[in-house]
């Protein structure tokens, strides 16, 4: 996990190299949604070093609520949105494909309420132990919203790969699901933070699907 602005610029680093690679592989156009996932991982990370480097460098403290922003944005808005769209893109007409069309939908929906949760409620970054916090102040009924917020993010970024007729997409859906259970239940608070570990793993699936499934020709 990123525990360090060295930590989260080299496994940037790494990801977008593989990120970049599994880019290259998504030949057909449609899987190029998928094939971005890894390099978009790796810029997550990329901003993240920065709001490191504004706890441990004064020269940087003034970027720390861009980066923090910039960070989370890719957590809680990209992410619901991206997943079950790239997905969607990947299959002919049918049920599936209205399936993932409606779970981009219910993403979008997801991705716009966070908008407003990055620009109304102003999350702050806390270093804890070896990770970070994102503090969110919210009241009863927001964490009522938030907690609905949480099993729609599950929904729409691991059921669209357990629709998915790509190979090997279930590997994905179930990697995915576990790595979430486990950032929830040992790190609820610094979720995004610790998902850099998690990303390294996804990114190396995702590259292997797209590798397989890169001379399928998808409509």
């Known amino acids: 996990m990123c525990f360090s ?7 940037s680093i790494v990801i977008g190299t593989l990120g970049v690679v599994t880019f290259k592989k998504s030949k057909d156009s449609n899987l190029k949604f998928l094939g971005a996932i890894p390099f978009l991982f790796a810029v997550q990370q990329f901003t993240e070093g920065f709001v490191w480097l504004s706890f441990n460098n004064f020269n940087f403290q003034f970027i720390q609520e861009t980066a923090t922003k910039a ?3 890719f957590a809680w808005v990209l992410w619901p949105i991206l997943m079950p769209y790239s997905i969607f893109k990947t299959e002919t007409p049918g049920l599936k494909k209205k399936i993932n069309f409606y779970l981009f939908l219910l993403g979008c929906a997801s991705g716009l309420h ?3 949760m990055l620009i109304a409620d102003n ?7 070896f990770h970070i916090d994102y503090i969110v102040s ?3 009924f927001d964490e009522k919203i938030q907690l609905v917020q949480q099993i729609t993010y599950v929904v729409v970024t691991v059921v669209p ?5 790509l190979k ?5 859906a179930i990697a995915n699901f576990i790595a979430l259970i486990l950032a929830f239940v040992f790190f609820k608070h610094s979720l995004p933070s610790t998902w850099c570990f998690f990303a390294a793993i996804l990114s190396g699936i995702i590259y292997w699907i797209v590798r397989m499934n890169s001379k399928k020709t998808i409509v």
């Open 114 to 116: 966070s908008v407003y």
């Open 161 to 165: 790969l357990f629709v998915s007729s």
């Open 71 to 73: 960070f989370l944005f």
């Open 5 to 11: 602005a060295t930590a989260s610029f080299s496994a």
């Open 138 to 140: 919210l009241s009863a």
């Open 168 to 172: 090997g997409a279930k590997v994905l």
């Open 123 to 129: 999350p702050r970054p806390l270093v804890n132990d």
